[in-house]
């Protein structure tokens, strides 16, 4: 069973900071979703990585998948009380095994 | 855009008794799965389904079965509720599995309590 390790499990900040979020593996991805999730409310997809090295933006979000297939950041740039919910990475791996980390539960307080 | 409907937002039910949890999908979508979300554990897979009549296990599908009659309609069911069935259900769909099959899109969730 492959483990995804989320960090830090819980962030508050203030609105207008930057903040960074990971997911880990020790094991390589062949690919890596990121989903919020609002509270009450289902996940929904922000983006999906593939090729190594790779950065994606999504207006304030930026994702990179690490060089190595094994990492994903999210950065989100001047944080926005709407930022808030919990994001959660999701993987799969080479022998098609897939699963979610716990999240990282993020509160931006005006 | 994709649509995930679940039968209910809310659920409570009495120990012992059989659980009907619906999802239907509008978007053609071949994968379906049911997954619990708890409190520090993340989404855990209970079941998915590729194809109509077909279901594989998850990670914890004990207490658990499922039904794909239909393409657009999988249904979790919880053949006597126990305590600590009490959870969020959450459905998805997706492409499958030569395509985008781990671009999963949800439904609202069902937190179902069972007492």
């Known amino acids: 069973t492959q483990l995804l390790e989320q960090s830090p499990q819980f962030l508050s900040i203030q609105e207008g900071e930057n903040l960074t979020v990971y997911c880990n593996s020790s094991s390589v991805f062949s690919s890596l979703q990121w989903y919020r999730q609002e509270p009450g409310e289902g996940p929904v997809l922000l983006v999906t990585?593939?090729?190594?090295?790779e950065v994606k933006k999504l207006k304030r979000l930026t994702f990179q998948f690490g060089d190595a297939r094994k990492d994903s950041s999210l950065h989100i740039t001047a944080a926005q009380p709407g930022d808030t919910g919990l994001y959660l990475c999701?993987?799969?791996?080479?022998?098609?095994?897939?699963?979610f980390g716990a999240g990282t539960r993020l509160t931006v307080k005006p | 855009d994709v649509k995930v409907t679940q039968s209910s937002r809310y659920l409570v039910k009495r120990t012992g008794e059989k659980v009907f949890l619906e999802c239907v999908q509008d978007?053609?979508?071949?994968?379906m799965f049911w997954y619990r979300q708890d409190p520090g554990l993340g989404l855990r897979l209970i079941y998915f389904s590729y194809d109509v009549k077909m279901k594989e296990k998850g990670d914890i599908p004990e207490g658990y079965s499922v039904s794909r009659e239909k393409k657009e309609r999988f249904s979790l069911i919880l053949e006597s509720a126990s305590t600590n069935q009490t959870s969020m259900y959450l459905c998805?769909?997706?492409?499958?599995?030569?395509?985008?099959?781990?671009?999963?899109?949800f439904g609202p969730g069902t937190r179902l309590t069972v007492t």
């Open positions: 998805a769909s997706s492409l499958p599995m030569s395509g985008r099959a781990y671009e999963q899109y």
């Open positions: 990585v593939v090729t190594g090295g």
């Open positions: 999701a993987g799969d791996w080479l022998d098609n095994d897939m699963r």
């Open positions: 978007m053609d979508h071949e994968n």
